[in-house]
């Protein structure tokens, strides 16, 4: 058999379809929400190749429609975990030992597989399972996980092409070996596309996974595994579990195989996780690699030079676009008084134009929150701020829970800018504000930086291009993705990295080769062709 060397195709981001009224994609999707609607799915896990049911099903429902079964999904116990930590280790060997070209041909068929017949049934699955209008599904669940996976894909293809030198008589290679173990990816309800993204970067670069979703997204989870199937993705090679989080963790956390973590989550999960692996440090064979994104408090800078349009489209986008739950949201606001009073204006035209409702009106701007648990959690957020003296609502501040988990967006100004909406992540759609005066920009910058801990993304939005740079070093850790004239969301695949750090995670930088090399341990080969005979050097002659 003869080899070469391989070019894999070149990668570009999958264009954004539209979903005008009348057009295929649009119809396409709606007759997938019927057919998701007209049946109640069967979510079992996938352990060893095998579908995997237990008694213990739990149902799943539409966040917008919450009397509505869309099916049930097989919880399992701790048993499941050691069966998903046995396959994956089972199926290593010749998962590792297989050319990283057909490992990536399989995960390029993936891709085309979400682009073509099976874009509308992720879509539907996201839009009805987690509460997503047909745009922000479509950039998610089929734009964004095809960009991963066709630009992770290149990615490795150029990491392993970097090799060393050799000198005369000496051939020097690189190898970069997966991991010695399994890896385990631990991923979240908002973005179809990270939860897609976690085992999957990993298991290209030749590790086999344990995943577990967020139970809030299995639904689509189901239809990944349905992809990565058909693509040919081998048994063993990614283990999907639902499994509670405490008892999964205690025995993936305890595993001398455990190699490595990949997470999106709370900085909470994120902080014990890593305690929890450090007091098991001596347990493993290898120091495990500890991947995470844990979330934001995002913020906008705003100076007297901006445009006022650009910065209330800014806001109403970054702030409430599916709802504010995005890790990368725009929560806290930094306003002069001087444009106040007309981004205020606009924002509350925006926010008038705006409709509320389930994913299937395709005129809805604004869904449902999650669950019922994440709905209390943001109103109590809400009430608290209606009895406090020193805020005030701007708009919004109403909700209803009776048809679906529905919350006005909803805009605070705050007299003090360390009240709590301003430092601490909700995760919802609400907005916090601080008007200053244009005389303290240069405090408030600092504000900005020291308000909150975490440093995931930020914007500012001027047009003096001195205080853009000016503004840009002084934060230049506040945020690992800054904006300049724009939201703070929207970070697309092969164009900005994503991830931040301090609170907000490792910044490891999904999206690009800095995250793969994560998932790799590099082997150095130093081969000799004619060696030393005898141990003398020159230096030892009289």
């Known amino acids: 058999m003869s080899f070469g060397q391989s070019n894999v195709p070149m990668p570009t981001n999958e264009p954004v379809k539209e979903y005008r009224p009348g057009s295929p ?14 049946q109640e799915t069967d979510i079992p896990m996938y352990i060893g190749g095998q579908e995997v049911r237990t008694n213990r099903t739990i149902r799943v429902a539409p966040p917008h429609d919450h009397k509505h079964t869309l099916g049930y999904f097989h919880e399992g116990d701790a048993e499941h975990v050691h069966q998903a930590i046995e396959a994956a280790l089972t199926a290593k060997e010749a998962w590792a030992n297989l050319s990283w070209e057909q490992r990536s041909s399989i995960f390029l068929k993936a891709a085309e597989l979400i682009a073509g017949p099976y874009r509308a049934r992720i879509n539907a699955a996201t839009m009805l399972g987690q509460s997503k209008n047909a745009y922000q599904a479509e950039i998610d669940s089929a734009c964004e996980l095809i960009d991963f996976l066709r630009f992770n894909v290149h990615y490795a293809e150029g990491i392993y092409r970097q090799q060393p030198n050799s000198s005369a008589g000496v051939w020097n290679r690189l190898e970069y070996r997966p991991l010695e173990g399994f890896v385990f990816a631990l991923t979240p309800f908002n973005f179809t596309a990270i939860a897609g993204n976690l085992p999957t970067s990993a298991a290209l670069m030749g590790n ?24 040919g993705l081998p048994a063993g090679v990614i283990n999907l579990i639902y499994v509670d989080g405490p008892v999964a963790g205690e025995i993936i956390f305890s595993h001398p195989d455990f190699a490595g973590i990949h997470f999106t989550g709370s900085t909470a999960v994120f902080q014990q996780i890593w305690k929890t692996i450090g007091e098991n440090i001596s347990k493993y064979k290898s120091y495990p690699r500890i991947v995470g994104e844990t979330g934001g408090k995002d913020f906008v800078l705003v100076h007297e030079s901006a445009h006022v349009d650009e910065v209330a489209t800014g806001l109403v986008r970054g702030a409430f676009e599916y709802q504010g739950q995005k890790c990368s949201a725009a929560s806290r606001a930094y306003i002069p008084s001087s444009l106040w009073p007309a981004v205020e204006a606009k ?8 409709k509320m409702g389930g994913t299937e009106d395709f005129g809805n701007f604004i869904n449902a929150v999650i669950d019922e648990r994440s709905f209390r959690k943001i109103t109590a957020y809400i009430e608290e701020a209606k009895q406090n003296a ?12 009776s048809i679906g988990y529905f919350i006005e967006p909803t805009v605070l100004r705050v007299d003090d800018p360390n009240y709590r909406t301003m430092c601490e992540e909700i995760f919802g759609p609400v907005l916090s504000i601080y008007v200053y005066e244009p005389a303290d920009f240069d405090e408030i910058v600092k504000l900005v930086d020291r308000t909150s ?25 506040a945020a690992g993705n800054f904006y300049i004239n724009d939201k703070p969301t929207g970070a697309v695949v092969g164009q900005q990295p ?5 609170a907000s995670g490792t910044n490891d930088k ?16 130093k081969e000799t062709y004619v060696s030393p005979r005898h141990f003398g050097y020159p230096f030892l002659e009289s």
Do not use: C, H
């Not at 020193?390 to 829970?401: E, I, N, P």
């Open 453 to 477: 801990p975490y440093a995931l993304t930020g914007s500012i939005f001027a047009k003096d291009k001195y205080v853009v740079e000016r503004v840009a070093q002084a934060l230049q850790n």
């Open 510 to 525: 999904a999206g690009s080769a800095l995250n793969l090399f994560r998932w790799v341990s590099a082997r150095t080969i």
């Open 25 to 38: 994609e649009r119809n396409a999707v709606i007759q997938a929400i019927a057919d998701f609607r007209a």
């Open 208 to 231: 086999t996974v344990v995943w577990k979703p967020a139970y809030t997204q299995v639904l689509s989870a189901k239809v990944i595994m349905e992809v990565l199937e058909e693509a």
């Open 390 to 401: 020193q805020v005030s609502v701007v708009a919004g501040g109403t909700y209803d829970d």
């Open 498 to 502: 994503f991830g931040g750090a301090r």
């Open 347 to 354: 924002i509350k035209s925006f926010l008038g134009e705006m």
